[in-house]
């Protein structure tokens, strides 16, 4: 299966579209989710430690014979494992769960708590060889900017929601001076409806012989977004992936871009997210 590589600004090359194991419950079902994927094709895996299925992803790695090369995969630590010192322990029982000797991008999943201590340990674990690229998820206030200009290794990614409804042209701008790529979360909108059903996608999905689910992925894929829709669905997934035989113009491009409408799937505030940082207490 033909792939797509972003470089990032540390000179890594991440596979553009990948499998995102959020709300895949259980390490089992995630093995099975991630080796169909791995299957079919798929070699980048975005899952983080409040998912609590790590250990399913790195027993997919494993027993999917792929060499360990050529998989992504990305991970993300919690706020409440952020702290200099504290954020190096986190990373080694990552590691522990993951059952591997490096990740290829850790994540800071959220914009609190002591993120700044946590990225220095994040900096030093790229150092000794541990993780490969690091990056943000989330940070969209003005602690973007706060974190970033401080950094000495400038983020590689930032992980947002971002689908045809909100598309992130201005984050996409505060973030061209360090060459932070954009990664999507809810890509196809966490499978929203209306999102799915937009008669442009329709059409384009008549035009094309491809689903409109293909088309909003080959929208993302043109745009240069990082994707991984999840799915746990046979069929979705390889219907998912199968994106790369076919091309939208620059017209159809456009025309997409036109249904940005600042809709996010996602509303809670950002003293809502604070409080509800506490339902998830990581174990081990
Ligand atoms: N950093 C963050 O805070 C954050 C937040 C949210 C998500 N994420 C990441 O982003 C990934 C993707 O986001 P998401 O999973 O929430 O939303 P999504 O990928 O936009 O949508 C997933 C939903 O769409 C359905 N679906 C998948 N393929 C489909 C197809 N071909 N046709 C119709 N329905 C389809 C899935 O159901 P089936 O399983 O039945 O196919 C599921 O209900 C996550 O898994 C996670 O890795 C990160």
């Given at each position: 299966m033909k792939q797509n590589y972003v470089t990032l600004n540390d000179g890594n090359h991440i596979p553009q579209f990948g499998l995102g194991v959020y709300q895949i419950s259980g390490d089992e079902a995630t093995k099975q989710a991630c080796l169909e994927a791995l299957n079919l094709g798929y070699r980048h895996i975005d899952t983080a430690h409040a998912y609590q299925n790590e250990r399913g992803v790195g027993e997919a790695v494993k027993e999917s014979?792929?060499?360990?090369?050529e998989i992504w995969i990305t991970s993300k630590l919690w706020p409440s494992e952020y702290g200099e010192g504290k954020s190096a322990v986190a990373i080694e029982k990552m590691l522990d769960r993951l059952d591997t000797d490096y990740i290829d991008l850790l994540l800071l999943h959220q914009q609190f708590g002591d993120y700044s201590g946590a990225w220095k340990d994040m900096e030093r674990a790229v150092v000794q060889g541990k993780v490969k690229s690091i990056g943000l998820s989330n940070?969209?206030?003005e602690r973007l900017e706060e974190l970033v200009e401080a950094a000495n290794i400038k983020p590689s990614v930032l992980q947002v929601e971002c689908h045809p409804y909100y598309q992130q042209n201005a984050l996409k701008q505060r973030l061209a001076p360090y060459g932070t790529a954009i990664e999507s979360w809810?890509?196809?909108?966490?499978?929203d409806n209306e999102l799915l059903n937009e008669p442009i996608f329709t059409e384009l999905a008549q035009k094309y012989g491809k689903t409109n689910v293909q088309v909003i992925l080959r929208w993302h894929m043109q745009e240069g977004i990082i994707v991984f829709p999840k799915s746990t669905n046979p069929q979705h997934l390889k219907e998912n992936i199968s994106i790369f035989d076919f091309g939208l113009t620059d017209k159809e491009m456009a025309l997409i871009r036109t249904l940005d409408k600042g809709v996010r799937f996602f509303n809670m505030t950002l003293a809502e997210q604070e409080q509800n940082l506490g339902k998830f207490i990581p174990a081990d």
């Open positions: 014979g792929i060499p360990r090369n940070f969209e206030s809810y890509p196809i909108g966490h499978g």
